[in-house]
């Protein structure tokens, strides 16, 4: 096993990834952001309620209406409410405590579409659909894992294609360049704590996304290692040193976290978690971004940017609002 300190909350899916995986028995994992209520399935024995796609893996086949134009409307945080939580996200930087806080917030959204017609319109990577409660149509790579190497791709970055020179813009951002520059460091450190020979092997690279709306450019990097240990009997500690995923929580992470909960204004749960497939031999999976969650019939929709002391409240804000969508243009 990978040495490490688990925690009472986390042991139970710990060791049943570690017990199927040693088996070799495929299953889904779907893991919360708090680690509250970590869901582990063997394939066979799945409901019919829970559907799944990792880029051409997918146990499902279409049923919503796609000749039904979409009506996707969005009732974001007023700025004032995200400009406290701003305030004290940036202060907790400029005082020293974080380089790094990705700041999410719920959105409020209305649909002529039910949960199940916008998971099989919205074309991504990584699709999840769990029991009526949430979708998720995610673009982001968490973990791969695959003849003993591990990969990760950290995503950070995102802007809207139509601005003029858009990807010489954001690659050339001080800003952006900074806060991608910390993530890649931080997942590096984290894939060095599982594995040797960590490297770089792409950095800041561009992903075009199609929403129903506008067309959005995002920057990612690939980072590889060599895994100390097999896959087989020790996936559940490799998840568990891991997770949070350093996109969508900072760095330095165990004090990144503790300020997402004093900023946020409640539990993120399975968003910006992480779900992925054990097929018997290999893994992937994503992070839980671009989701929507449904609670006593209303749609939640739930997006965050990271934000550095060069972060300008307006426009992190706008950015937040800009990844309120779902992607219908093209498929991945």
Same mark, same amino acid.
């Given at each position: 096993?990978?040495?490490?300190?688990?925690?009472?909350?986390?042991?139970?899916?710990?060791?049943?990834?570690?017990?199927?995986?040693?088996?070799?028995?495929?299953?889904?994992?779907?893991?919360?952001?708090?680690?509250?209520?970590?869901?582990?399935?063997?394939?066979?024995?799945?409901?019919?309620?829970?559907?799944?796609?990792?880029?051409?893996?997918?146990?499902?086949?279409?049923?919503?209406?796609?000749?039904?134009?979409?009506?996707?409307?969005?009732?974001?945080?007023?700025?004032?409410?995200?400009?406290?939580?701003?305030?004290?996200?940036?202060?907790?930087?400029?005082?020293?405590?974080?380089?790094?806080?990705?700041?999410?917030?719920?959105?409020?959204?209305?649909?002529?579409?039910?949960?199940?017609?916008?998971?099989?319109?919205?074309?991504?990577?990584?699709? !999840?659909?769990?029991?009526?409660?949430? /979708?998720?149509? @995610?673009?982001?790579?968490? %973990?791969?894992? #695959?003849? =003993?190497? $591990?990969?990760?791709?950290?995503?950070?970055?995102?802007?809207?294609?139509?601005?003029?020179?858009?990807?010489?813009?954001?690659?050339?951002?001080?800003?952006?360049?900074?806060?991608?520059?910390?993530?890649?460091?931080?997942?590096?450190?984290?894939?060095?704590?599982?594995?040797?020979?960590?490297?770089?092997?792409?950095?800041?690279?561009?992903?075009?996304?199609?929403?129903?709306?506008?067309? !959005?450019?995002?920057?990612?990097?690939? /980072?590889?290692? @060599?895994?100390?240990?097999? %896959?087989?009997? #020790?996936? =559940?500690? $490799?998840?568990?040193?891991?997770?949070?995923?350093?996109?969508?929580?900072?760095?330095?992470?165990?004090?990144?976290?503790?300020?997402?909960?004093?900023?946020?204004?409640?539990?993120?749960?399975?968003?910006?978690?992480?779900?992925?497939?054990?097929?018997?031999?290999?893994?992937?999976?994503?992070?839980?971004?671009?989701?929507?969650?449904?609670?006593?019939?209303?749609?939640?929709?739930?997006?965050?940017?990271?934000i550095t002391s060069m972060s300008d409240c307006?426009?992190?804000?706008?950015?937040?609002?800009?990844?309120?969508?779902?992607?219908?243009?093209?498929?991945?």
């Amino acid at each position: 096993m990978i040495e490490g300190k688990t925690t009472p909350a986390s042991s139970d899916w710990v060791s049943e990834m570690n017990r199927l995986s040693l088996a070799r028995i495929p299953f889904l994992f779907i893991l919360d952001f708090e680690l509250n209520n970590p869901i582990i399935l063997p394939i066979d024995s799945m409901s019919g309620d829970i559907y799944y796609k990792f880029r051409d893996v997918r146990n499902y086949t279409l049923s919503g209406n796609k000749s039904k134009p979409l009506v996707f409307q969005t009732f974001p945080v007023p700025y004032a409410e995200y400009k406290k939580s701003f305030d004290k996200v940036k202060s907790h930087i400029l005082y020293g405590n974080s380089f790094l806080i990705n700041l999410t917030f719920p959105t409020p959204v209305e649909s002529n579409h039910s949960l199940r017609e916008l998971f099989d319109i919205a074309q991504a990577r990584y699709k !999840l659909y769990f029991k009526d409660r949430f /979708i998720v149509f @995610s673009p982001e790579t968490f %973990v791969q894992i #695959s003849t =003993g190497k $591990i990969r990760t791709f950290p995503m950070k970055g995102t802007i809207d294609a139509s601005v003029k020179d858009a990807a010489r813009k954001i690659l050339e951002d001080p800003k952006e360049t900074a806060e991608h520059h910390t993530i890649v460091d931080l997942l590096r450190n984290d894939l060095s704590l599982v594995a040797r020979h960590v490297s770089v092997r792409r950095f800041r690279y561009i992903d075009e996304i199609r929403t129903y709306s506008k067309t !959005l450019l995002q920057v990612s990097s690939e /980072i590889e290692g @060599s895994l100390t240990q097999p %896959v087989f009997g #020790s996936l =559940g500690d $490799i998840f568990r040193i891991m997770l949070p995923a350093g996109s969508i929580s900072g760095a330095p992470k165990k004090k990144t976290v503790e300020i997402i909960k004093e900023a946020e204004p409640d539990e993120r749960g399975f968003y910006t978690g992480v779900f992925g497939i054990f097929d018997g031999e290999n893994v992937d999976s994503a992070v839980m971004i671009r989701f929507i969650e449904k609670t006593e019939g209303k749609l939640t929709y739930r997006s965050g940017c990271g934000i550095t002391s060069m972060s300008d409240c307006e426009s992190e804000y706008r950015e937040m609002i800009d990844k309120v969508y779902v992607p219908v243009g093209r498929k991945y």
